[in-house]
């Protein structure tokens, strides 16, 4: 029935709630034509906004692992044909974790955009968020899992808050390899520990696996993909863009 209702020429609204940030994006087909990232406060008023400046949003696309208000999905389900991805979602990949109803929706909605935007090929999903998650398919298209880290600014955090000592610091790019004082020293430990960690996880896979297609995403992709010496695909936008390959998959698959 869904798929009778199903315009491709009118715009799709794709929603992505993080534990950090909401990111939002408008499709006109398969060009993104705007873009947003908000916390969660603002979502409400944001996401009325888009509706207002983008009259022809007929359909919309959510994902979440984070928390968000019911006013939101309500507002979604008035204002358009709502496509909640979820466990229950079909995907087009073979699920093969061992804890399916466990894995977080944004790490299915990514496998999912690698598996439709990167065809026939092993690839890794590198999302440095709030957490970083590492997630792996195969050419055969089979979702093996990955790994989970803590992400910049829970490192920071954590340093602060389980020491008595150590200052609150944000995110900088270390002065020096050898840190030198106690707040360079904290920016080598975590930008360095970060880049190795990410280094060394693209190397052990390609022992593997040795023609891999890595895609980097994420709040702190930009700053990362400067600092990878492996080739990877760095794309900000991955998540939306899967969202709106998986939206399109699971109407074309109904
Ligand atoms: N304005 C910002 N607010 C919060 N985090 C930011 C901001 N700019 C960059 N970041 C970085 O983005 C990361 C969160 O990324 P994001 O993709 O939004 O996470 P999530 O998908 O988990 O909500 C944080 O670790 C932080 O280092
Ligand atoms: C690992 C995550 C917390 C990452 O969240 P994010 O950094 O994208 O906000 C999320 O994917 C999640 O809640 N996962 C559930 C556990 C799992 O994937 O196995
Ligand atoms: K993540």
């Known amino acids: ?84 991805i979820s466990s229950e979602t079909n995907f087009p990949f073979e699920n093969k974790y061992a804890t399916p109803k466990t894995l977080g929706v944004d790490r299915m909605v990514l496998a999912s955009g690698a598996t439709l935007l990167y065809p026939n090929q092993n690839r890794l999903i590198i999302d440095a968020g709030t957490c970083i998650t590492y997630d792996f398919v195969t050419a055969e298209d089979v979702y093996l899992g990955g790994a989970i880290s803590p992400g910049f600014r829970l490192r920071y955090e954590a340093l602060h808050n389980y020491t008595a000592k150590l200052p609150l610091l944000t995110l900088e790019q270390p002065e020096h390899f050898i840190g030198n004082s ?16 990410i280094e060394g996880f693209i190397n052990r896979y390609r022992e593997q696996y040795q023609v891999l297609t890595v895609i980097l ?19 900000s936008n991955f998540l939306l863009e899967s969202l709106e390959a998986i939206h399109h998959y699971t109407i074309d698959n109904d």
């Open 1 to 84: 029935m869904y798929l009778c209702f199903h315009n491709k020429e009118n715009m799709l609204l794709a929603i992505d709630v993080g534990n950090t940030r909401i990111k939002v994006a408008v499709f006109e087909k398969h060009t993104l034509l705007f873009q947003d990232v908000f916390v969660k406060e603002e979502a409400r008023k944001k996401i009325e906004n888009i509706f207002k400046n983008f009259s022809e949003i007929t359909e919309s696309v959510f994902s979440s692992v984070g928390k968000i208000e019911n006013d939101v999905l309500e507002l979604l389900q008035k204002s358009s044909r709502l496509n909640v």
């Open 182 to 197: 106690t707040d360079s020293s904290i920016h080598s430990g975590v930008v360095n520990g970060i880049i190795n960690e």
């Open 217 to 235: 995403t994420g709040g702190d992709a930009e700053f990362l993909a400067k600092n990878i010496k492996n080739t990877i695909f760095a794309n």
